[in-house]
């Protein structure tokens, strides 16, 4: 059901779609359908968090693995973040383009797992630039908001047939992300 609604919603955009278009991609009648959701909202609900379980586990993967210093944590999320986009464009753009068609309340879920995320990046930075890895005089939050611009953003360039691979592309932001972030130490 959430894959036929992750398709309908990434060709006719959320707000263009219906209960109907949805039910017609999994060949049954829009009754049924209601049988499994209340609203339309119900299944972009869905998709979005089924986003977050699997950025979740990108995220306890990550802070899981052991002997690694801040920017080597950074580098590995970063990563595994823009592989996981890069493998999964539709949703993601879902994600990016509808999250603010959610009600006020499934919205806030959907934001407080996000902040989740910018935490730990923050506090990674954060040791980074304590342990003196990386520059102390740059604002750990700004340095969060570019990092995120970073792995965000892939979805709308990346095609999935171009000329470099997911994994190069990954490896090129993580890189990117971190010289940023290591800035200028002198």
């Known amino acids: 059901m959430l894959e036929a609604a992750g398709k309908v919603f990434a060709e006719r955009g959320y707000s263009e779609a219906s209960v109907q278009d949805v039910a017609d991609a999994l ?8 049988h499994y959701i209340e609203t339309k909202e119900d299944l972009l609900f869905w998709l979005l968090e089924e ?5 979740e586990e990108i995220l306890g993967r990550v ?3 052991e002997g690694l210093d801040p920017l080597q944590r950074l580098q590995a999320y970063v990563r595994e973040q823009v592989e996981y986009n890069l493998g999964n464009l539709q949703r993601i753009s879902i994600y990016y383009h509808d999250m603010d068609r959610l009600s006020d ?4 879920q959907i934001l407080d797992q996000r902040h989740a995320h910018e935490r730990f990046v923050n506090k990674l ?6 342990q003196g890895l990386a520059d102390p005089a740059l604002d750990a939050r700004v340095l969060t908001n570019c990092l995120f611009g970073t792995v965000i953003w892939t979805y709308r360039w990346y095609r999935p047939n ?4 997911r994994e190069r592309i990954a490896n090129l932001c993580a890189d990117f992300a971190l010289n940023g972030i290591v800035g200028s130490r002198d």
């Open 125 to 130: 930075i954060r040791e980074a630039q304590d």
């Open 63 to 65: 802070a899981a693995e």
């Open 27 to 34: 060949g049954i009648l829009k009754g049924s359908l209601y």
């Open 105 to 108: 309340d499934r919205l806030q």
């Open 162 to 165: 171009g000329k470099i691979s």
């Open 51 to 55: 986003v977050h379980r699997d950025v």
